[in-house]
């Protein structure tokens, strides 16, 4: 079973992650976890942080001539800022010795983890929070959850992901999604997120692209921020993964609970899901054929019924908050002097769509693979690949 | 820590329950237990088996004179239906011996897991699936929670659910809602159920309530289903449950996970969900304010930010699929023949919304006062009461 | 994954059980479950108890004509002590009202988890601490793991366990025991229990079983109590089941948990165990052979090299404290009073070795049923014994 | 929860370390853990490595000014070897490449995880087996455990070790052991392992430390290899640890997967542990006293009843396997050839006991501290040392 641990602080001397439970002969090069690093700091709407930090997952274990051994795989990522000559985070950060003059952080910014994260574990300075509550860490949850992503592909399972929606501007409805997506994904889905790469906000309509960049431009100006909806399918899976019998078996919710545990979003959906609230049975449930095997004659259940994967592609929608920093103020209150304030104007992102999307592809592949371990059992690749391929379903 | 395993098929003798982890001194009751079992049975649009069947979980350990004794709480619940005169189920459902003339279900009904279900467990009769996959299974589920819900409600955590959406009749916006239900919740949110239990689609809007009922009967003319969603609101909780460190214990993760392993859900969302990838940044957060102590002066965020409890109440909704079993059919193939065919003419619900929200408030329970005992720990009542009262955040 | 819970109480209504993650199609019966159960029950050195007792575990649900379907399993329990007519157990252990007129028991007793029981649990009764920590709980544990005992079963892997020691009187040493049970476990390890079962104290010697039951007699004049020793041998195992590459995989840890964790048991070891600490490398170690596949000279690393097994029998010892209930009493305090007193007289058994054997053969099955499911993978007995088939090592 | 992943090769660039579910607030530092890294890496006994191989965990996270911050503790250890000039190990290791000239391992040897490990992860190749079997891992697990370590300890909960036997040298009797160890133990039982550490093979007797030092040098003549057993005492833990009612909760079961999971074990047992099983249960059992609070006049059950802790001194002994590489040769066969043939003489220590200790006194403490947790709770030290000072029992 695949177990990932990351750590690390976003202006720490690095981040490190251990992917537990890979198993053996499973092809694994930097190379390949660098193309979803690269990804994952690219888009439109960053701020200036990106131009100096260009992420590397260093394997430190785990992986012999190019293939894994079945033994933990350890990655360090060094933060490039850490090191800076004008930079004081060796000084702010230091593990040993007295604060000293380091100042500590008593506003805490609505909308992120400050206020709750100072309660919870008796701070008295916000530093510790933002440093690991930071959306930093997902650069080494990609990298960690890369291995699964592998491990997937090398069976034929490919995931891909595309902004459906930034702000008020999106898709009119799930068709015309699928109008565009389920062709691209016919061949798997990667291609999905190789054409939606094209666009810097990752969606996949030049016009939509074009507005959402307007958008930005427009929202940035007025010195606020923009969240959205990302879209993600997964193809080549097999029927049955998951299981209707126990609740916590049941896949969808397994997936819910990795795209939501990831930074800013605030809620998930398969398939047609709110939708599907909203619409009468006829137009949501996917009629059965059979055409030498069986099959479905749409996908509005987003590849899942009963907790179990139904063999058509599986879609996953994410909703993402605006991010919390913008340039105007919100009001909030000092920790120290419990006095009202402004919060303090800070460079940011003005949305992190197109590279949330990156870390939703990620976050559920291990879920997935975990699924494929469950039902095909097995400890090296030439196992596992004999018994997916002899599969009858 | 509040574990769980039910069992139990729909047409089997009885369901059983076990709930493992429960602190001693706890005051449980099965006529605590059966009142949101009889909640759970109750709500418009329900077919006709609601009559013969009233469910009632009979403890079967762990309490003594009334409370709990730390040891796994069992229950047992009689499926009323198993020995009436008339019915054949032991025979069809028969533990031992051949199956001789039972019939085999051959034909899938597209939204259920009769397909999936067959091919995962390798089975030539849809029975089995139909069986355990059927919402009976949440009213052991709702007894199991109802220890957790207990657990909670002694240090004043309540929990309430209504209805807000049925197919296409709903309230118009987050405002609208917050207006109706935030007055019911600040004296603890069982108010909320308890008003919303007053109407038999568990809306607190009377014209709401009226509509929907109007669109179930007009649906059930129709032939076809409905879904709708829902919203559970949780008050009384302290800040800091959850964390941000690890995603696995982010507890908006976790609170998705509950809500997506229940029956026919195709999406949750904590606090303004969706819309708020739809909106602005100033639109969406919540300022921090300081009067004796912090809080925010909206609750957008649902209670939640950084994968913690704010202190705020927490606010989740659910999105549930419009039922399968329709009466007008939709095609599907037989598994035997592979013939098209229509699904077969089933007495059935037209929309489970109302029924629904009894197990969502349910299965959030354990999730909530597991976090509860790994902020405060401890083995009985009054070592927890002592200490989360005592607390400071 | 196989996992369990048991519920119930020693004197309460019935104990209960369910078994989650079983594969379907496994063929299960109430008939097999029955044996391990009234093995379970018997052996020499028994209290009374054990005439008016028999124990039937109830198959609940997860069974269908003979079969499992993947569904859990439950399994009641009757107690037939508590509604017997003489009885006060409806009365002493009510779930509901007061306590009335029944007695709290406040002397605890030395090596039972009286004592500390009512410390963690805040009690001012021992009764629910007796009621959960009995030995009892095991009837219901025998019950859950012969479920995995079935399923290991149907790929010829088989569990057998015998007692090689009882006080004082036992084998001389460790190739002693090997001379009498490794001919036997030749065609699998059933015959090894089928063999102890002829002997009430379930040993393979005859002459060490006289010198046992004397020992038995002996001690329960004098008013003291026995523990002992037990063996249990599994053959049918493939190699490679657990893993060196992360603690918590380790099978040997796996076992010694799942051993440890019965009532009563002070030390386990794995083949030679503490001998091996005892002596040199050239006595310990097994030299490897290869005829037409890898195999080892000798078995004294007991099946287990590396945290994995290697294809030889897996052999296990665990170590059972005399029974704390003795005649002669001990000295301790009133939980009230405060004051010294002797323990009461109570009716017991003075050795329950013959019968804890059972429980370990039962409690070990689990663990390997899981080392299968992760190495072969599958939902259904067909794929999963085509699979163990096809295995290569 | 502390919860841990260690990575690493034995000759690869570094080993990895993650700690997660640290409360914040502990008092860290790399030289705590480096005391213990040095205690771990000395020995009578030892070949050759020690002298360039001196470990130390570098701190990547989850620590600022000398005190955790609840954020996963990340540790990274070079291995000096690996960049050694007239090393190969970056060759013969390389991760990514084709392997070139590097030669295959085809010898497995007796008592090693080689041969299975080839076997389970389908490799020509032993190398990789044996870069992670290797106790070389055990550096970074005694550094991962040593922060749940330093937690226990800023509760005044101790662990010290000691070694009691090596081969045929030991301790007659418990009693002897009791004699020596306990007295020490009053203070808290650090004082054991600064006492022991005295020693070159960690024995609190002077003359048995010169028995054993003579039996391995006698040993290490003859080209064998020697085991042993040890014992860790913890003192300071509060009555209540563990539960009775449900197997998975009982301490000593995790205790004994925490031990037997560790690399060469083959046997582990509390307090009496087997001799319990040889004796009368009024040798066994300890009686209760009371003077002000409840004790036992004795702790023959070694601190624990009933899958509790109970107050007294948790008393843990280990049987460690002789080392299997020796330099006196013991057959084997080919990987590829099958041919029979002698191991290969390989520069090794003779008796790995002393340093065994320190790993065992390491890997007890996460489970220690879980249970600490479950029962106290809490994010920070102030919360838990309040909670945890106040405690009753």
């Not at 641990?5 to 690095?14: L, N, Q, V, Y």
């Not at 033994?71 to 933060?79: D, E, K, L, T």
Request: charged share 30%.
């Amino acid at each position: 079973m695949f177990r990932y641990f990351t750590a690390g602080e976003s202006h720490g001397p690095s981040l490190t992650g251990i992917v537990e439970g890979t198993p053996a002969g499973l092809e694994l090069s930097e190379g390949f976890i660098e193309q979803h690093l690269v990804r994952r700091q690219k888009g439109y709407g960053r701020g200036g942080r990106m131009a100096f930090e260009k992420d590397k997952a260093i394997i430190q274990s785990g992986v012999r001539f190019g293939k894994t051994t079945g033994a933990p795989v350890a990655f360090s990522m060094v933060n490039r800022a850490f090191e800076k000559d004008d930079s004081n985070w060796p000084k702010v950060m230091a593990k040993e010795g007295e604060r000293g003059d380091v100042e500590k952080i008593t506003l805490p910014r609505p909308g992120h983890a400050d206020l709750v994260g100072v309660q919870k574990y008796d701070f008295d300075d916000i530093r510790p929070v933002i440093e690991r509550s930071s959306a930093r860490e997902t650069a080494m949850r990609v990298a960690c959850c890369s291995v699964a992503r592998a491990f997937l592909k090398e069976l034929g399972i490919e995931i891909g992901g595309h902004v459906i929606q930034i702000g008020s501007i999106g898709y009119s409805d799930w068709d015309d999604v699928r109008a565009i997506a389920d062709p691209l994904a016919e061949n798997g889905s990667e291609s999905i997120y190789k054409e939606a790469d094209k666009s810097d906000v990752r969606c996949l309509n030049s016009d939509l692209s074009h507005q959402m960049r307007e958008e930005i431009k427009h929202r940035r100006k007025e010195g606020t921020s923009l969240g959205g909806i990302y879209e993600i399918v997964v193809t080549g899976l097999p029927a049955g993964l998951g299981s209707y019998v126990h609740w916590d078996r049941k896949i969808d919710g397994q997936i819910a609970q990795a795209i939501v545990s990831t930074q800013a979003m605030k809620g998930v959906e398969i398939g047609l899901g709110f939708e599907a609230a909203r619409s009468r049975g006829h137009e949501v449930h996917d009629e059965i054929v059979y055409k030498n095997h069986f099959s479905r004659r749409t996908n509005r259940a987003g590849g899942i019924e009963g907790g179990m994967t139904t063999g058509m592609p599986v879609i996953i929608r994410g909703a993402m908050k605006p991010i919390p920093t913008m340039i105007k103020p919100l009001k909030t209150a000092d920790l120290e002097t419990k006095k009202e304030q402004d919060t303090r104007y800070e460079r940011s992102d003005v949305c992190a769509l197109p590279r949330a999307v990156v870390v939703a592809e990620s976050v559920i592949a291990p879920v997935l693979a975990n699924a494929i371990l469950e039902k095909f059992g097995g400890d090296s690749m030439n196992e596992i690949r004999t018994r997916f391929q002899n599969r009858t379903s």
